[in-house]
């Protein structure tokens, strides 16, 4: 199998392993960027000789101003790689991230349920609990 032949087939497999849905997002120097989940789990990223599995993370950096900060979990250099074990260590590092950012959820005060990070506001209130208590006068 050529070189060209191994990429497509990564990108078949990343779709197919990563939490539904899979968001593909081509960028410079053509890198590759798979976003898998809602909320986001895990990130992806492909070059023409690497893959960097990501566990999704994020700052609010104003009210108004979320910023990812995906937290690195390992990266292949999948040209040098056979292919069973390329297929393997991936599968792990996909596992390995969508298990840190599901351990990453909290609950909700409110309704109690798990919810990512990004989505509670200080007093540990949901998105959705704190828009249904408020009250427009």
């Known amino acids: 199998m050529d070189e060209s032949e191994r990429y497509e087939q990564l990108i078949a497999y990343l779709n197919s392993q990563l939490p539904?849905?899979?968001?593909?997002?081509?960028?410079?120097?053509?890198?590759?960027?798979?976003l898998g989940g809602d909320p986001v789990e895990v990130v992806v990223r492909l070059t023409d000789t690497s893959v960097a599995v990501s566990e999704f993370a994020g700052v609010w950096e104003s009210p108004f101003a979320f910023v990812a900060r995906p937290?690195?979990?390992?990266?292949l250099n999948w040209r040098r790689l056979p292919e069973n074990a390329l297929l393997s260590a991936l599968s792990a590092l996909i596992k390995g991230a969508r298990e840190m950012r599901l351990a990453s959820y909290q609950a909700c005060r409110s309704c109690e349920r798990r919810t990512a990070p990004e989505y509670l506001y200080d007093t540990g209130v949901c998105q959705a609990c704190t828009d249904r208590q408020t009250v427009i006068h």
Not at 71 to 75: A, L, Q, Y
Request: charged fraction near 35%; glycine fraction near 16%; charge should be negative.
């Open 20 to 34: 539904a849905p899979v968001e593909e997002v081509e960028g410079d120097a053509g890198v590759r960027q798979f």
């Open 71 to 75: 937290r690195r979990v390992g990266v």
